[in-house]
């Protein structure tokens, strides 16, 4: 039964160790939320270590280096573990064997997509989806969220090629409200008969590498926190995890002057598997 709490000092005692998911939780995009560096250091001055989990199609080193940049001092996270880390070193090479190595990769920016063809090897860059053997899809560029279903989305049905998404969130929190991610774009190309790999939240390959960190840490009972109910609860639930979910990310606009408790089972759960806690804020 989900209980709700006033935060996670609440429940800090039972666990042995925390998992952060990134947008949502610890920032919106642009700033950290105003409680988190205090929340953190509180961790740390019990012993007790955090890790960051995220969807996120950039490496662990970008995505430290971006929190740090929020204001987020690196000796507070121990170890970050990203989605798009898991796609290059893991499931990046076996596609190359399998299907080919042309790449057609939709990337945030040029940066990203130059560092993912120097880290993987034997990747080659293909111009367009017509000229690849799979599609490569690890975050929005600019002006993509606007454009992809009328350009994007019939080219990838057109060349009718495999899909690997790196980043399987529906909506990110952004500065205007919520925005498209990947993930809704992977969903469309599955939906019109595109084949779709996933990786990251809540699929099983990213929790086996965070398990592997807990465990050289000696975390034997982890707390899983995520503004997402589909990838960070139900990831965390599946996975054999306790997990907490945070309404200050995508979920907020469902809960303001609403029962917590009801709005969850209404507009979330729907009878899926429960958040073992529920906290407005971190």
Same mark, same amino acid.
């Given at each position: 039964?989900?209980?709700?709490?006033q935060?996670?000092?609440?429940?800090?005692? !039972?666990?042995? +160790?925390?998992v952060?998911d990134?947008?949502?939780? =610890?920032?919106?995009?642009?700033h $950290?939320?105003?409680? #988190? @560096?205090?929340?953190l250091?509180?961790?740390?001055?019990?012993?007790k270590p955090?890790?960051?989990?995220?969807?996120?199609? !950039?490496?662990? +080193?970008?995505?430290?280096?971006?929190?740090?940049? =929020?204001?987020?001092?690196e000796n $507070?996270?121990?170890? #970050? @573990?990203?989605s798009?880390?898991?796609?290059?070193?893991?499931?990046?090479p076996?596609?190359i064997?399998?299907v080919?190595?042309?790449?057609?990769?939709?990337?945030?920016?040029?940066?990203?997509?130059?560092?993912?063809f120097?880290?993987?090897?034997?990747?080659?860059e293909?111009?367009?989806?017509?000229?690849?053997?799979?599609?490569?899809?690890?975050?929005?560029?600019?002006?993509?969220?606007?454009?992809w279903?009328?350009?994007l989305?019939?080219?990838?049905?057109?060349?009718?090629?495999?899909?690997?998404?790196?980043n399987p969130?529906?909506?990110?929190?952004?500065?205007?409200?919520?925005t498209t991610?990947?993930g809704?774009?992977?969903?469309?190309?599955?939906?019109?008969?595109?084949?779709?790999e996933?990786?990251g939240?809540?699929?099983?390959?990213?929790?086996?590498?965070?398990r592997?960190?807990?465990?050289?840490?000696?975390?034997?009972?982890?707390?899983?926190?995520g503004d997402?109910?589909d990838?960070d609860?139900?990831?965390?639930?599946?996975?054999?995890?306790?997990?907490?979910?945070?309404l200050?990310?995508i979920?907020?606009?469902?809960?303001?002057?609403?029962?917590?408790?009801q709005?969850a089972?209404?507009?979330?759960?729907?009878?899926?598997?429960p958040p073992?806690?529920?906290?407005r804020?971190?």
């Amino acid at each position: 039964m989900t209980e709700v709490v006033q935060g996670l000092d609440a429940i800090a005692d !039972r666990y042995d +160790g925390f998992v952060f998911d990134q947008y949502g939780v =610890l920032h919106d995009g642009n700033h $950290l939320y105003p409680n #988190v @560096v205090a929340v953190l250091r509180g961790l740390r001055e019990r012993g007790k270590p955090a890790l960051v989990l995220t969807n996120s199609g !950039r490496g662990a +080193g970008y995505n430290l280096r971006r929190l740090s940049g =929020l204001g987020l001092h690196e000796n $507070l996270i121990d170890h #970050v @573990v990203t989605s798009g880390d898991v796609a290059k070193y893991h499931l990046l090479p076996r596609t190359i064997q399998d299907v080919g190595p042309n790449c057609y990769c939709i990337a945030s920016d040029d940066s990203e997509r130059r560092d993912l063809f120097l880290s993987v090897d034997g990747l080659i860059e293909a111009d367009s989806p017509d000229q690849c053997d799979f599609v490569y899809l690890s975050g929005m560029a600019a002006g993509l969220a606007e454009t992809w279903q009328s350009d994007l989305l019939p080219a990838l049905l057109a060349a009718n090629v495999p899909l690997l998404c790196s980043n399987p969130d529906y909506v990110a929190p952004g500065k205007a409200g919520l925005t498209t991610s990947p993930g809704t774009i992977a969903k469309a190309y599955r939906d019109g008969g595109g084949t779709v790999e996933l990786v990251g939240k809540p699929y099983p390959l990213i929790y086996d590498l965070v398990r592997t960190r807990l465990d050289g840490m000696k975390c034997r009972n982890p707390l899983f926190i995520g503004d997402s109910y589909d990838h960070d609860i139900v990831g965390a639930h599946n996975a054999g995890f306790d997990a907490l979910l945070v309404l200050s990310g995508i979920h907020r606009e469902f809960f303001e002057d609403h029962d917590i408790k009801q709005t969850a089972v209404d507009e979330l759960i729907k009878g899926g598997p429960p958040p073992t806690w529920i906290s407005r804020t971190l």
